[in-house]
C-alpha cells in the first residue's frame, strides 16, 4: 500500500473533485468561475510544494516554452471537462472523458511514436462499444454539446500527453506541471478578467462543494505525481481507472444520478476494455 496508496489517493480525489464540482455548479457557480478559482488555489499550494520539496532539476528554456504552451491545452481540459459535467450526468461526463487513453495509444501509433497491436485494437473497439452504451442507453437525459465537449477535452487531454512523450521526456515532472498549471491559470485568469466573469455559489454548500473541489483535485495533482515516482506512469494510469467507477458510485448518493442497468453494463465494459487496452497494447 506504501507503493500504491498515493495512486488510489489520486484517483479518490479526483472523484470526489468530479462529483463536488457539480454541486457547485448546481448552487449557482458557472464553469469559468469554477475552472478559475480552482487553477489559482493549485498554483498556491504547488509553489508551496515545491517550495519545501527537494530543489527539481532545471529545465531548458525549450522545457519551459513547451510546458507553458501546454498550460494552454491544460486550461481547454479543465474548462471542457467541468462544462460536460454541467451539461451531462458526472458518470457519462467522466467515462466520455476517459477514451483520452485510447485515442492516446491510437493517435501515438499513427504519427509513429507508439505501437497498436491487434489485441489493443480489439481492447479500443470493445471500450467505444461500451461507451456507446453508456450514452445510448441515457440517450432521453444526454445533451449531445456535453458529450462533443466532453470528447474535446479528451482530445486536448491526448495532445498534451503525445507532446509531453514526443519533447519532454527529460524534464522535471514538477516544473513540467507547475509551468502548465501557471500558464492555465494565467489563460482563465485573464478571460475571467476580460469578462468581469465571476459567479460565486449562493449557498455555504456550494461554497464548501468549490473548496473540496480546489483541494482535492490539487491533492490528486500532488499524489499522481508521487505514485508515478513510486511505481512508474504505467501502473500510475492503470490505478487512474479507479476514478471513473468512483466518480460513479459517488454521484447516485450525493447527486442522485440515475445510472440504468445498460449504462451500469456499459460501464463495467469500458473500464474493463481500457485495463485491457494498457495492458496489451
Not at 48 to 56: A, D, G, Q, S, T
Not at 104 to 123: E, H, Q, S
Request: a positive charge.
Amino acid at each position: 500500500m506504501f507503493d500504491l496508496g498515493p495512486g488510489i489517493l489520486a484517483a479518490i480525489s479526483f472523484a470526489i473533485g468530479d462529483v463536488f464540482s457539480k454541486v457547485a455548479l448546481i448552487d449557482g457557480t458557472d464553469v469559468l468561475t469554477l475552472s478559475t478559482f480552482r487553477s489559482a488555489f493549485s498554483v498556491v499550494c504547488i509553489f508551496v510544494w515545491l517550495w519545501f520539496r527537494p530543489p527539481p532539476t532545471p529545465a531548458t528554456p525549450r522545457q519551459r516554452n513547451i510546458s507553458l504552451g501546454l498550460g494552454v491545452l491544460f486550461a481547454g481540459i479543465v474548462f471542457g471537462l467541468f462544462k460536460a459535467i454541467e451539461l451531462l450526468q458526472v458518470p457519462v461526463a467522466v467515462l466520455t472523458y476517459f477514451i483520452y487513453p485510447l485515442l492516446t495509444g491510437i493517435v501515438g501509433a499513427l504519427v509513429g511514436l507508439d505501437k497498436l497491436t491487434w489485441r489493443g485494437a480489439t481492447a479500443a473497439l470493445v471500450a467505444f462499444v461500451g461507451l456507446a452504451m453508456i450514452v445510448g442507453a441515457g440517450s432521453d437525459a444526454i445533451v449531445p454539446a456535453g458529450i462533443a465537449i466532453a470528447v474535446a477535452a479528451a482530445c486536448s487531454r491526448t495532445a498534451v500527453l503525445l507532446i509531453t512523450r514526443a519533447s519532454l521526456m527529460g524534464a522535471d515532472p514538477r516544473l513540467v506541471t507547475w509551468y502548465s498549471i501557471l500558464s492555465s491559470t494565467a489563460v482563465l485568469g485573464a478571460i475571467s478578467l476580460g469578462t468581469l466573469n465571476w459567479h460565486p455559489p449562493h449557498t455555504a454548500y456550494g461554497w464548501v462543494a468549490l473548496i473540496t473541489v480546489s483541494i482535492t483535485i490539487t491533492i490528486s495533482v500532488l499524489m499522481l505525481f508521487v505514485s508515478v515516482n513510486r511505481i512508474g506512469p504505467f501502473r500510475s494510469a492503470l490505478i487512474m481507472n479507479l476514478e471513473p467507477l468512483l466518480a460513479t458510485i459517488l454521484s447516485v448518493p450525493l447527486l442522485g444520478d440515475i445510472v440504468t442497468p445498460v449504462q451500469a453494463l456499459g460501464g463495467a465494459i469500458m473500464l474493463a476494455s481500457l485495463v485491457a487496452f494498457q495492458l496489451r497494447r
